[in-house]
C-alpha cells in the first residue's frame, strides 16, 4: 500500500527548511481511557493502520472554546516523570499538551522558560516543571534536571538551511549533533527510555534528493546523533518522521493545542531500514514518541513515521503496538 503513495521528492521535516505555519484543525488529542505502564532494544518494514485563556485571533472562527483547565481526572496519576527536551518546539509543545492531557508528570527542558506559561499556562509543579537550560551548553545540564525522571523526550531540531532560526548558532551541528551528544552524555543509565526525534533520510544523505536538504550537513548531524544514542547503552526509540504536516502551532496557548487535530491523515504508515518516505502529522509524531515510552518491543528500535488519508490509532495503545510490531515483521 505505501508503494502507490504519491510521495515528495525531497521528504523531509517541513520544520527543517520551512517555518510556515499550517492551521488546519485535526483531531482531539484527548485523554487516553486506556493507560498502559509498561517498561522498557538500529533496522526495513511497513506497517499500515486505518482503523483561552485566548486563542490566536487567525483560528477563532474555526476552533470552539474548550475549558481553561485539562482534564483533572485522576490527576498525577502516573508514576512518570518524563522529561521533554526541545519542549516548546512544533513537536514538542504537542507531546507536553499531551502529556498534560493525560495527567502524566513532565519536566521541560528550554532555553527560554517563560515560554512554558506562553504556551501551557500556569501548571501545579505536580504536573509540570520547567528548567532553565541549552543542550548545546555542556554546563547547562546538570544532574538535578534528571533528579526522579523515568523517561526522556528529545525533539530539538533547527532548519535544515540558513535561516534566522541559525542566530545564536543554532546551527544543525550545534543542535542536532552536540546538543544530543551533550544531553545523552548525561542522562543517568537509570532511565527506562530515551525516544529522539530525528528525520527520514539520515542514512542517504550523499544521495539525490537527500544530499541536497543535507547542504548544510543536517541529515549527517542528525545521524550522528542517532549513533551517539545507539552506543551510549541506554535504552532507546528512534523515531524518523517524513516531512512534517499540521502546525507548527508556536503561537498557539495549551487550549488550542488540545483542539488540534491531524485532519484527514490520520491512518499511520511506519517502516524500518529508512526506505519510507513520504509526510506526517505532527501530531502523530508526537503520539508515537508518547506510546513508544510504553511498548517493549520498540526498545533499541529505529522507525520511520508517515500518515496517509484514512482512520488511524489515535491514542489506542493497543493499535500502536501493533503497528510497531508489524513494521519489525516484514
Known amino acids: ?13 517541513t520544520e527543517l527548511y520551512s517555518q510556515h ?6 483531531f482531539y488529542l484527548r485523554p487516553s481511557k486506556n493507560s498502559s505502564n509498561g517498561h522498557h532494544y538500529c533496522s526495513k518494514s511497513i506497517s499500515t493502520s486505518k482503523g483561552q ?19 483533572q481526572t485522576n490527576p498525577h496519576s502516573s508514576t512518570k516523570l518524563i522529561l521533554v527536551v526541545g519542549g516548546s518546539g ?3 509543545q504537542l507531546i507536553v499538551a499531551s502529556l498534560l492531557s493525560r495527567n502524566i508528570k513532565s519536566r521541560l527542558l528550554l532555553r527560554d522558560p517563560e515560554k512554558a506559561t506562553t504556551l501551557f499556562g500556569k501548571q501545579d509543579e505536580g504536573k509540570l516543571q520547567v528548567r532553565k537550560g541549552d543542550t548545546r551548553n555542556p554546563e547547562d545540564l546538570d544532574p538535578s534536571i534528571f533528579e526522579g525522571v523515568t523517561h526522556v523526550i528529545c525533539c530539538t531540531g533547527t532548519t535544515a538551511f540558513p535561516s ?43 544521495e539525490l534528493p537527500w544530499n541536497i536538504m543535507n ?31 499540521d502546525g507548527p502551532y508556536t503561537s498557539y496557548d495549551l487550549n488550542t493545542l488540545l483542539k488540534a487535530t491531524a485532519g484527514q491523515r490520520r491512518a499511520v504508515l511506519i517502516g524500518q531500514g529508512d ?20 511498548i517493549d518491543l520498540t526498545r533499541g528500535k529505529i522507525f520511520e513515521i508517515n500518515s496517509i488519508e484514512g482512520e488511524g490509532p489515535d491514542n489506542d495503545p493497543q493499535k500502536w503496538h501493533e503497528l510497531f510490531k508489524a513494521a519489525q515483521s516484514q
Not at 21 to 26: G, I, M, N, V, Y
Not at 179 to 205: A, D, E, H, M, Y
Not at 215 to 244: A, H, Q, W
Request: charged share 25%.
Open 21 to 26: 505555519h499550517r492551521r488546519s484543525p485535526l
Open 215 to 245: 547542504l548544510f550537513g543536517v541529515l549527517k548531524y542528525k545521524k550522528m546523533g542517532e549513533d551517539f544514542l545507539c552506543n551510549s547503552g541506554l535504552p532507546y526509540t528512534i523515531i524518523r518522521p517524513g516531512r512534517l504536516t
Open 275 to 294: 526506505k519510507l518516505a513520504g509526510e506526517v502529522s505532527r501530531l502523530v509524531v508526537a503520539e508515537a514518541c508518547i506510546q513508544a515510552l510504553d
Open 53 to 71: 485563556t485566548s486563542v490566536t485571533r487567525s483560528v477563532k472562527q474555526e476552533m470552539t472554546e474548550v475549558p481553561n483547565t485539562v482534564s
Open 90 to 92: 512544533g513537536v514538542g
Open 1 to 13: 500500500m505505501a508503494s502507490k503513495l504519491s510521495l515528495n521528492p525531497f521528504p523531509i521535516s
Open 164 to 206: 534566522k532560526r541559525w542566530d545564536a548558532d543554532n546551527t544543525p551541528e550545534r543542535v542536532d549533533w552536540e546538543g544530543v551528544r551533550n544531553l545523552v552524555s548525561v542522562i543517568p543509565q537509570s532511565v527506562k527510555r530515551v525516544v529522539l526525534v530525528s528525520s527520514v533520510g539520515v542514512t542517504k544523505f550523499n
